[in-house]
């Protein structure tokens, strides 16, 4: 063989080579495919997985389909292998097309394959947004109290706090009737008992 034919043999085969040594990519998965808007936010982890190679480092993108900036990665040994998974947060209603695809990432080529998956977001109702309020002010009781019943506000979000009632109620013994009522927890007389305790 010419050796002028070796030489583009050899290039030939190395201009190929990353992209048959590379990562190939397989699937990409939502955590979700239908998401509610929660203070105008969504969050969805997206999984790539695919075929891993230790030799050979490749670049990643993902687009999120919202006029966002992609994620770029590097898939390797050590940056971290297929699969991976990627947090976004979407900010507006709509159905967005999420793709993972091989592009060079600074100085590292592409890796094989691409895929794409289907996210659709919805607006938060106002019963939602009602509840997350009312839950928000719930836990903003310290420990050893809860929201009174009755106190919350939709208007304004004004609520006031009690001191929480024991989940095991007190053991009052014969003739006594354990009672929570204005704040209090206790026991009381029954019958006669509490009769004779009022004369």
């Known amino acids: 063989m010419k050796r002028s034919s070796l030489f583009a043999l050899t290039a030939l ?4 080579a990353p992209a048959a040594w590379a990562n190939t990519i397989s699937s990409i998965t939502p955590s979700a495919s239908r998401v509610m808007l929660n203070n105008g936010q969504a969050m969805v982890r997206f999984t790539v997985s695919g075929q891993g190679n230790e030799a050979t480092d490749c670049g990643l993108w993902i687009t999120y389909g919202d006029n966002g900036s992609p ?3 590097i898939v390797g040994r050590d940056e971290g292998l297929l699969p991976r998974a990627f947090d976004h947060t979407f900010s507006a209603p709509g159905q967005y097309t999420v ?3 091989g592009q060079r990432v600074k100085q590292t080529f592409g890796c094989a394959g691409s895929a794409s998956t289907l996210v659709t977001v919805v607006a938060e109702d106002r019963q939602s947004r009602r509840e997350s309020r009312r839950e928000a002010a719930a836990e903003a009781c310290p420990d050893g109290w809860m929201m009174r019943e009755g106190s919350y506000s939709r208007q304004t979000g004004a609520f006031s706090c009690t001191p929480a009632y024991p989940a095991q109620k007190l ?13 209090q927890i206790g026991c009381r ?3 006669r008992a ?5 004369d």
């Open 171 to 183: 053991d009052c013994g014969p003739g006594l009737r354990y009672f929570e009522a204005d704040n």
């Open 189 to 191: 007389p029954t019958g």
């Open 13 to 16: 085969t190395l201009a190929f």
């Open 99 to 101: 793709t993972a695809k």
């Open 71 to 73: 994620d770029t990665r």
């Open 194 to 198: 509490r009769a004779r305790d009022r």
